[in-house]
């Protein structure tokens, strides 16, 4: 079918849990949305909120603290927030890449393969039987083993345990006054299960996830989103091809699983920073006029803001600000709007607020 950029953007709202509900519960968000990029802790809770009508961020954490739900670094070497299965099933296709992308990196910090051995039977000591640590934990209890964790090294050694599949992060354990921090477990003991053994089928049911939590997407769409090659990403498009529509958009192909998803309108929403409804896509230009990319990543650092979102296109960003213990919102439009629409950027950015407890 052909579709034009308004109604892409609608299927994709829709498909992502934004406009139809991916379920009733934190886990049926997370796992209907099949990964949500999560570095920045408390984005990552809104970016699961704000797909869970009338939850709140305790809802959140009794995920986290139950299992359900879990972050780690399944791709790009970038956090998640993912069902402890998804995220084997994604580090069975992504760990060992990553670990081969980062090789370079610790030949230059200096760190081996005894080192990391000897990081990983640390945390064990350390984790087995129901422990958590906190990262300054972990890292300390490195150094009394004899590691440095200096500069980088630390979260290196911790981050290739993780691409191993041996730590996540679990449940609360720490934090400051901007809310609870996760603790370090080991993710067989928190969370047991087993990896996918069959390449092929991986990268199928990798497939069928994606497009099921992030379609209409295109072939090069997924192939960024996990880092996988675009010749085993359409060979995995290959063996599902029945269980996919169509859907063109301009000179791109995009695909969904199943019927695609209803393209009906939709009102103003604030989104996390990170928002998959932006990075889950390689082209962004769809929903994010090019003309206002350094708006949403000032200086092109990185570090995305949260958004507001009119109709699938990005108009604005916001923040939450504390001024003498009182939480508010604030939000800066891309142009000049009438005050009618600001009101309505403003109460859309509000429901963070309720989210938080703070209203």
Request: include cysteine.
């Amino acid at each position: 079918m052909d579709v034009d950029v308004r109604t892409l953007l609608r299927m994709r709202l829709a498909a992502q849990g934004l406009t139809r509900p991916l379920g009733t519960s934190v886990v049926d968000v997370v796992r209907g949305a099949f990964a949500l990029q999560g570095q920045d802790l408390r984005q990552v809770e809104w970016a699961i909120g704000s797909r869970l009508a009338g939850s709140s961020v305790e809802d959140v954490w009794a995920a986290f603290d139950s299992g359900e739900v879990v972050r780690a670094w399944p791709m790009r070497g970038t956090l998640f927030a993912l069902a402890p299965a998804d995220l084997r099933l994604l580090l069975s296709l992504t760990g060992a890449r990553q670990v081969a992308q980062t090789a370079g990196r610790h030949r230059q910090l200096g760190l081996t393969e005894a080192d990391v051995a000897r990081a990983g039977a640390v945390a064990r000591a350390e984790l087995t039987g129901g422990g958590v640590l906190s990262r300054p934990e972990l890292l300390a209890a490195f150094t009394a083993a004899g590691l440095d964790v200096s500069g980088q090294r630390g979260p290196h050694l911790y981050g290739r345990l993780a691409h191993e599949g041996l730590l996540c992060l679990g449940p609360r354990h720490g934090g400051a006054a901007g809310g609870p921090a996760q603790g370090f477990v080991l993710l067989d003991e928190w969370a047991p299960g087993e990896s996918p053994t069959d390449r092929g089928s991986a990268v199928a049911e990798v497939v069928r996830r994606y497009l099921a939590g992030h379609g209409p997407a295109s072939d090069r769409d997924l192939a960024w989103w996990t880092k996988l090659t675009l010749t085993e990403v359409r060979a995995g498009l290959a063996a599902v091809r029945d269980e996919l529509t169509e859907v063109r958009c301009g000179d791109g192909v995009h695909w969904t699983l199943g019927d695609p998803p209803p393209a009906e309108p939709c009102g103003v929403l604030a989104l996390a920073g990170y928002d998959e409804l932006l990075l889950g896509y390689t082209d962004r230009s769809h929903g994010l006029a090019p003309e206002h990319a350094d708006r949403v990543v000032p200086g092109q650092n990185g570090v995305f803001s949260p958004l507001v979102v009119d109709d699938g296109q990005v108009v604005g960003t916001w923040r939450r600000v504390v001024t003498r213990g009182r939480a508010a919102v604030d939000v800066t439009p891309f142009v000049d709007v009438p005050d009618e629409v600001a009101a309505r950027y403003e109460a859309a950015a509000a429901a963070v607020l309720v989210f938080r407890g703070d209203a």
